[in-house]
Nanobody, 124 residues
Protein backbone atom coordinates (compact mmCIF):
# COMPACT_ATOMS: atom_id res chain seq x y z
CA UNK A 1 0.00 0.00 0.00
CA UNK A 2 1.30 3.43 -0.97
CA UNK A 3 0.75 6.31 1.42
CA UNK A 4 2.20 9.61 0.29
CA UNK A 5 2.76 12.59 2.56
CA UNK A 6 4.01 15.91 1.17
CA UNK A 7 5.89 18.54 3.16
CA UNK A 8 7.92 21.68 2.59
CA UNK A 9 5.29 24.06 1.31
CA UNK A 10 4.86 27.58 2.62
CA UNK A 11 4.94 31.28 1.86
CA UNK A 12 7.92 32.67 -0.03
CA UNK A 13 8.70 35.89 -1.87
CA UNK A 14 9.11 35.94 -5.62
CA UNK A 15 12.61 34.85 -6.57
CA UNK A 16 12.90 32.60 -3.55
CA UNK A 17 13.24 28.83 -3.27
CA UNK A 18 11.47 25.93 -1.64
CA UNK A 19 12.08 22.20 -1.58
CA UNK A 20 9.08 19.94 -1.42
CA UNK A 21 9.37 16.39 -0.13
CA UNK A 22 7.02 13.48 -0.55
CA UNK A 23 7.55 10.44 1.63
CA UNK A 24 6.01 7.01 1.16
CA UNK A 25 5.44 4.88 4.23
CA UNK A 26 5.26 1.68 2.22
CA UNK A 27 8.00 -0.76 1.26
CA UNK A 28 7.70 -0.65 -2.52
CA UNK A 29 8.57 2.98 -3.29
CA UNK A 30 11.25 2.08 -5.82
CA UNK A 31 8.65 0.26 -7.94
CA UNK A 32 6.69 3.43 -8.70
CA UNK A 33 7.08 6.21 -11.19
CA UNK A 34 6.63 9.43 -9.23
CA UNK A 35 5.14 12.73 -10.33
CA UNK A 36 4.47 16.20 -9.03
CA UNK A 37 1.34 18.10 -10.02
CA UNK A 38 -0.18 21.38 -8.93
CA UNK A 39 -3.60 22.96 -8.83
CA UNK A 40 -4.33 26.65 -8.51
CA UNK A 41 -7.76 27.94 -7.46
CA UNK A 42 -10.26 27.67 -10.30
CA UNK A 43 -7.84 25.77 -12.51
CA UNK A 44 -7.36 22.16 -13.46
CA UNK A 45 -4.61 20.05 -11.95
CA UNK A 46 -1.52 20.34 -14.10
CA UNK A 47 1.68 18.39 -14.58
CA UNK A 48 4.87 19.76 -13.05
CA UNK A 49 7.49 17.01 -13.10
CA UNK A 50 7.96 13.25 -13.29
CA UNK A 51 10.79 10.84 -12.48
CA UNK A 52 11.24 7.21 -13.42
CA UNK A 53 11.63 4.38 -10.96
CA UNK A 54 15.42 4.49 -10.86
CA UNK A 55 15.67 8.24 -11.32
CA UNK A 56 17.39 8.02 -14.67
CA UNK A 57 14.56 9.61 -16.65
CA UNK A 58 12.98 12.92 -15.71
CA UNK A 59 10.68 15.40 -17.40
CA UNK A 60 9.45 18.82 -16.29
CA UNK A 61 6.77 21.12 -17.62
CA UNK A 62 7.85 23.89 -19.93
CA UNK A 63 6.56 26.49 -17.48
CA UNK A 64 9.05 25.39 -14.79
CA UNK A 65 11.96 24.17 -16.90
CA UNK A 66 15.25 25.57 -15.71
CA UNK A 67 13.72 26.49 -12.33
CA UNK A 68 12.37 23.23 -10.89
CA UNK A 69 14.20 19.93 -10.46
CA UNK A 70 12.76 16.56 -9.48
CA UNK A 71 14.83 13.90 -7.76
CA UNK A 72 14.30 10.84 -5.62
CA UNK A 73 16.03 8.90 -2.89
CA UNK A 74 14.76 5.35 -3.00
CA UNK A 75 16.64 4.45 0.17
CA UNK A 76 14.60 7.11 1.95
CA UNK A 77 11.36 6.39 0.10
CA UNK A 78 11.20 10.07 -0.81
CA UNK A 79 10.78 12.17 -3.93
CA UNK A 80 11.78 15.83 -3.98
CA UNK A 81 10.88 18.92 -5.95
CA UNK A 82 13.47 21.69 -5.75
CA UNK A 83 11.83 24.95 -6.78
CA UNK A 84 14.03 27.97 -7.51
CA UNK A 85 13.29 31.45 -8.80
CA UNK A 86 9.68 31.12 -7.77
CA UNK A 87 7.06 33.31 -9.38
CA UNK A 88 3.60 34.36 -8.16
CA UNK A 89 2.08 32.16 -10.87
CA UNK A 90 3.64 29.12 -9.17
CA UNK A 91 1.16 29.60 -6.32
CA UNK A 92 -0.88 26.40 -6.01
CA UNK A 93 -1.44 23.28 -3.99
CA UNK A 94 1.29 20.83 -4.95
CA UNK A 95 0.59 17.11 -5.02
CA UNK A 96 2.87 14.13 -5.40
CA UNK A 97 1.56 11.02 -7.08
CA UNK A 98 2.67 7.44 -7.71
CA UNK A 99 2.16 5.43 -10.86
CA UNK A 100 2.53 1.66 -11.10
CA UNK A 101 3.60 1.71 -14.74
CA UNK A 102 7.27 2.21 -15.52
CA UNK A 103 6.32 4.59 -18.32
CA UNK A 104 6.63 8.22 -17.26
CA UNK A 105 3.40 10.14 -17.74
CA UNK A 106 2.24 13.76 -17.57
CA UNK A 107 -1.44 12.83 -17.28
CA UNK A 108 -2.92 13.09 -13.77
CA UNK A 109 -5.54 10.36 -14.33
CA UNK A 110 -2.80 7.83 -15.06
CA UNK A 111 -1.54 7.98 -11.45
CA UNK A 112 -3.09 5.59 -8.94
CA UNK A 113 -1.97 7.11 -5.65
CA UNK A 114 -1.96 10.71 -4.44
CA UNK A 115 -0.81 12.67 -1.42
CA UNK A 116 -2.97 15.22 0.37
CA UNK A 117 -1.13 18.20 -1.10
CA UNK A 118 0.94 21.05 0.30
CA UNK A 119 0.26 24.74 -0.25
CA UNK A 120 2.87 26.91 -1.95
CA UNK A 121 2.24 30.64 -1.99
CA UNK A 122 4.58 33.04 -3.78
CA UNK A 123 4.13 36.71 -3.00
CA UNK A 124 5.10 39.45 -5.43
Amino acid sequence: QVQLVESGGGLVQAGGSLRLSCADSGRTFSLYTMGWFRQAPGKEREFVAVISRNGANTNVAASVKGRFTISRGNAKNTVYLQMNTLKPEDTAVYYCAARVSAVVSTIPSSYEYWGQGTQVTVSS
